[in-house]
Nanobody, 120 residues
Framework: QVQLVESGGGLVQAGGSLRLSCAAS????????MGWYRQGPGKQRELVAA???????NYAEAVKGRSTISRDNAKNTLYFQMNTLKPEDTAVYYC??????????????WGQGTQVTVSS
Protein backbone atom coordinates (compact mmCIF):
# COMPACT_ATOMS: atom_id res chain seq x y z
CA GLN A 1 0.00 0.00 0.00
CA VAL A 2 1.02 3.62 -0.51
CA GLN A 3 0.39 6.51 1.87
CA LEU A 4 0.74 10.25 1.44
CA VAL A 5 1.02 12.14 4.71
CA GLU A 6 0.78 15.92 4.70
CA SER A 7 1.99 18.30 7.38
CA GLY A 8 2.61 21.99 7.88
CA GLY A 9 -0.86 23.48 7.75
CA GLY A 10 -2.22 25.79 10.37
CA LEU A 11 -3.48 29.26 11.19
CA VAL A 12 -1.50 32.21 9.89
CA GLN A 13 -2.11 35.92 9.52
CA ALA A 14 -2.47 37.51 6.15
CA GLY A 15 0.95 38.30 4.73
CA GLY A 16 2.55 35.38 6.50
CA SER A 17 4.12 32.20 5.16
CA LEU A 18 3.65 28.46 5.46
CA ARG A 19 5.52 25.43 4.21
CA LEU A 20 3.56 22.28 3.50
CA SER A 21 5.18 18.86 3.25
CA CYS A 22 3.93 15.56 1.86
CA ALA A 23 5.79 12.33 2.50
CA ALA A 24 5.01 9.31 0.35
CA SER A 25 5.72 5.85 1.69
CA UNK A 26 4.97 2.24 0.88
CA UNK A 27 5.30 0.07 -2.17
CA UNK A 28 6.81 2.69 -4.51
CA UNK A 29 9.08 2.13 -7.49
CA UNK A 30 9.02 5.76 -8.56
CA UNK A 31 6.75 8.81 -8.60
CA UNK A 32 5.90 10.80 -11.68
CA UNK A 33 4.03 14.06 -11.28
CA MET A 34 3.24 15.29 -7.78
CA GLY A 35 0.97 18.17 -6.99
CA TRP A 36 -0.91 20.25 -4.46
CA TYR A 37 -4.64 20.80 -4.75
CA ARG A 38 -6.91 22.82 -2.49
CA GLN A 39 -10.58 22.99 -1.69
CA GLY A 40 -11.93 26.13 -0.11
CA PRO A 41 -15.28 26.43 1.69
CA GLY A 42 -18.07 25.87 -0.79
CA LYS A 43 -15.65 25.47 -3.68
CA GLN A 44 -14.48 22.65 -5.90
CA ARG A 45 -11.05 21.13 -5.51
CA GLU A 46 -8.54 22.91 -7.72
CA LEU A 47 -4.94 22.37 -8.78
CA VAL A 48 -2.59 24.83 -7.11
CA ALA A 49 0.82 23.63 -8.29
CA ALA A 50 2.45 20.56 -9.81
CA UNK A 51 5.96 19.30 -10.39
CA UNK A 52 7.25 16.54 -12.64
CA UNK A 53 9.87 14.00 -11.64
CA UNK A 54 12.37 16.06 -13.61
CA UNK A 55 11.51 19.26 -11.78
CA UNK A 56 9.28 21.04 -14.29
CA UNK A 57 6.66 23.09 -12.49
CA ASN A 58 3.38 24.80 -13.16
CA TYR A 59 1.30 27.03 -10.92
CA ALA A 60 -2.24 28.30 -10.76
CA GLU A 61 -2.46 32.02 -11.47
CA ALA A 62 -3.78 32.62 -7.95
CA VAL A 63 -0.47 31.55 -6.36
CA LYS A 64 2.05 32.24 -9.10
CA GLY A 65 4.90 34.47 -7.98
CA ARG A 66 4.39 33.92 -4.26
CA SER A 67 4.64 30.15 -3.99
CA THR A 68 7.25 27.49 -4.74
CA ILE A 69 6.70 23.78 -5.24
CA SER A 70 9.65 21.44 -4.87
CA ARG A 71 10.41 17.80 -4.24
CA ASP A 72 13.10 15.52 -2.90
CA ASN A 73 12.99 12.41 -5.07
CA ALA A 74 15.34 10.48 -2.79
CA LYS A 75 12.92 10.98 0.10
CA ASN A 76 9.70 10.79 -1.96
CA THR A 77 8.70 14.07 -0.37
CA LEU A 78 6.87 17.04 -1.82
CA TYR A 79 7.03 20.60 -0.49
CA PHE A 80 5.03 23.76 -1.02
CA GLN A 81 6.25 27.11 0.24
CA MET A 82 3.54 29.76 0.29
CA ASN A 83 4.35 33.40 0.97
CA THR A 84 2.28 36.57 1.25
CA LEU A 85 -0.72 34.49 2.23
CA LYS A 86 -4.20 35.92 1.66
CA PRO A 87 -7.53 35.07 3.30
CA GLU A 88 -8.65 33.56 -0.01
CA ASP A 89 -5.87 30.97 0.35
CA THR A 90 -7.88 29.44 3.18
CA ALA A 91 -8.61 25.86 2.19
CA VAL A 92 -7.83 22.22 2.82
CA TYR A 93 -4.68 21.43 0.88
CA TYR A 94 -4.26 17.95 -0.59
CA CYS A 95 -1.17 16.23 -1.87
CA UNK A 96 -1.49 14.13 -5.03
CA UNK A 97 0.97 11.72 -6.59
CA UNK A 98 1.18 9.48 -9.67
CA UNK A 99 2.94 6.47 -8.23
CA UNK A 100 4.59 3.67 -10.19
CA UNK A 101 4.36 0.45 -8.18
CA UNK A 102 6.65 -2.51 -8.82
CA UNK A 103 5.06 -4.96 -11.27
CA UNK A 104 1.73 -3.17 -10.90
CA UNK A 105 1.71 -0.04 -13.03
CA UNK A 106 0.67 3.53 -12.27
CA UNK A 107 -1.78 4.56 -9.57
CA UNK A 108 -3.03 7.89 -8.26
CA UNK A 109 -2.92 8.63 -4.56
CA TRP A 110 -4.20 11.45 -2.38
CA GLY A 111 -3.20 12.62 1.06
CA GLN A 112 -5.74 13.16 3.80
CA GLY A 113 -5.52 16.94 3.54
CA THR A 114 -4.16 19.65 5.79
CA GLN A 115 -6.09 22.77 6.78
CA VAL A 116 -4.64 26.18 6.01
CA THR A 117 -6.48 29.14 7.50
CA VAL A 118 -5.41 32.70 6.78
CA SER A 119 -6.85 35.38 9.02
CA SER A 120 -7.25 38.96 7.89
Amino acid sequence: QVQLVESGGGLVQAGGSLRLSCAASGNILSINTMGWYRQGPGKQRELVAAISSGGSTNYAEAVKGRSTISRDNAKNTLYFQMNTLKPEDTAVYYCHADVIKPWAGKYEYWGQGTQVTVSS
